[in-house]
């Protein structure tokens, strides 16, 4: 079982990586923090329900595998520079 | 009869019963989108929702739903709440024909109260929220963004005020979605090619007439403002953004100014769509935002969008619809009406007065050539001019009765649809068709339609009597 906490702070609930970072806290302080992964750009808020924030419940149709993020589609294309 | 701004609009929601207040204290999520997705569910009468109590915030506002029903729609228009649709479209397209209607500008925005160049933070600024379980993150869905044509810069009309979906990835940098074909996508395209980053305005919580006419597909030199001036019947009120000289709404509740960066793609998505599934995540470009202006206590306005009907339905429902109209009656004035409201007209019907047997399936077939219709108009139905094309029970009467499965379908294999058509394979290519359900004239004749049921004496009249009873 996965220690909602640490998995907050530590792994990405997408791509499972170890690049999550504190975006943000509420104004009002102590109420949230909102986290973000820096590989997939995923982000969540400290007070979601757990399909949101815990890796190992985030569903498997939604993961994102690092590896693929590089070969997605890319819209728009970057165009030539003019000469 | 023109709103000046989101406020001046609730104002009119709430005199009519159309503004529910919200201060019970909600979380962001899953609340927010719960309670716009739970209106949408409920009723197509529903009003405007006004949340100011979301946990985190001193004074965090929410507004959900501004559009999401007919009436809201009709008193967005100036008409009466009660006004049935096929009004609000006739209505609607003789606005349009009022393009343009010249701006006016202002230089006192209200939005220039408070203004950030430092240290900016949208969390603390916005009510930030997820909108549906899956989304990637946070989203600003109903901001009017601007940008100018960089090879062109000083053209009021290639200036574009268009709706396009924001992922805010940091407290200052945004993911955007601006497809090739999107007027803001040629300005990219220009910039990127200049070797330049493409300044931006991103007007966030207006009044319903600019995001309407923001979703609209105007030709590229056509002025947003111009044809918001027409739809609302007077000059539309606009004002300059202090870093980029943008021109904005007057009355947004916050303008921030960025810019596109040039050559960068980042992951986005997904993103529940208006589909009702959701968008896989593509490479797409970002913003960094430079400075902020607002009002004190903004009001964020959000969008829902998913599973169909949603407050997107409405919003989108006639600018759709009229367009496709106007285009087919130029070359066909038999065209009484075009209802494209399904999922931004994927399927649309037409009523029709037909010239000649065959007539009504060439008509449904030039829409699918439209300009929209190249994207959309997957399935059309044509009805006769006596149908009501908004009236759900009267299509349904026509296609149970009057559609003959061997003579009436024309199929079109592989034109180009939408990628975000989940049924599209590949993602982009769609067989489409039109249903014919006209009654059959010479040289097409078959089926026995020579005796309908016509309304008894005096039916006209009941009608105003017992509406009136009603009232």
């Not at chain 1, 806290?25 to 949230?32: D, E």
């Not at chain 2, 829409?367 to 299509?395: S, W």
Request: glycine share 6%.
């Amino acid at each position: 079982m996965t220690n909602p906490e640490i998995s907050q702070s530590e792994i990405c609930p997408r791509c499972d990586e170890r690049a999550v970072r504190v975006m943000t806290t509420s104004p009002v302080p102590g109420v949230w923090t909102m986290f973000s992964c820096d590989v997939c750009f995923y982000s969540w808020r400290s007070t979601e329900p757990s399909y949101a924030t815990d890796p190992a419940t985030y569903p498997a149709a939604f993961k994102v595998d690092p590896s693929t993020i590089a070969d997605m589609p890319v819209v728009p294309t970057v165009p030539q520079r003019r000469s | 009869m023109a709103h000046s701004d989101l406020r001046d609009f609730f104002s009119t929601l709430e005199k009519e019963g159309q503004l529910l207040r919200l201060s019970r204290p909600v979380d962001a999520e899953p609340h927010l989108g719960a309670a716009a997705r739970a209106v949408a569910n409920l009723t197509d009468r529903g009003p405007a929702l006004l949340f100011d109590n979301v946990n985190g915030y001193e004074h965090g506002q929410v507004a959900l739903n501004v559009v999401g029903s007919w009436p809201n729609h009709a008193l967005m228009l100036g008409m009466p709440k009660d006004t049935p649709v096929k009004d609000q479209f006739f209505e609607f397209a003789r606005r349009w024909d009022d393009y343009p209607v010249p701006v006016e500008r202002r230089e006192d925005a209200p939005w220039q109260e408070c203004t950030v160049d430092e240290g900016i933070n949208l969390f603390d600024l916005l009510p930030l929220f997820r909108l549906n379980r899956y989304d990637v993150g946070c989203f600003i869905d109903k901001a009017v963004v601007v940008s100018r044509d960089p090879d062109d810069p000083d053209h009021f009309g290639k200036q574009n005020a268009g709706i396009y979906r924001i992922q805010v990835k940091d407290v200052d940098r945004l993911g955007i979605q601006p497809l090739p074909t999107h007027d803001i996508g040629l300005h990219l395209r220009a910039a990127e090619e200049r070797g330049e980053n493409l300044p931006v305005a991103i007007a966030i919580g207006n009044e319903p007439v600019i995001t309407t006419v923001a979703g609209m597909p105007l030709a590229y030199e056509q002025s947003e403002y111009e044809m918001a001036g027409a739809i609302q019947g007077s000059p539309y009120r606009i004002a300059k953004a202090p870093l980029t000289g943008l021109d904005v709404p007057w009355g947004s509740e916050v303008v921030l100014e960025g810019e596109i960066i040039a050559g960068v793609r980042e992951i986005e998505g997904p993103f529940g769509e208006f589909t009702g599934h959701y968008s896989g995540g593509r490479r797409q470009p970002i913003i960094k935002i430079h400075k902020v202006s607002y009002r004190r206590d903004p009001i964020f306005e959000h969008l829902y969008l998913g599973m169909p009907w949603t407050e997107m339905d409405y919003t989108l429902a006639l600018n759709t619809s009229v367009p496709l109209y106007q285009q087919l009656k130029k070359d066909f004035p038999e065209v009484v009406a075009v209802n494209a409201m399904y999922t931004q007209g994927l399927l649309g019907v037409v009523a029709v007065k037909q010239r000649y047997g065959g007539f009504a399936k060439a008509v449904g077939l030039r829409a699918m050539t439209t300009p929209h219709g190249l994207g959309y108009c997957k399935v059309m139905i044509m009805v006769d001019e006596t149908v009501d094309p908004f009236n759900l029970a009267q299509v349904m009467w026509a296609l149970s009765v009057k559609f003959h499965p061997l003579h009436d379908i024309v199929t079109v294999p592989n034109a180009s649809v939408l990628p975000l058509d989940p049924s599209s394979d590949p993602a982009g290519i769609t067989h489409k068709v039109v249903l014919d359900a006209t009654t059959p004239i010479a040289p097409e004749v078959r089926g026995h339609y020579s005796q309908t049921v016509d309304a008894p004496a005096e039916t006209a009249n009941w009608e105003k009597i017992i509406k009136e009873m009603l009232k």
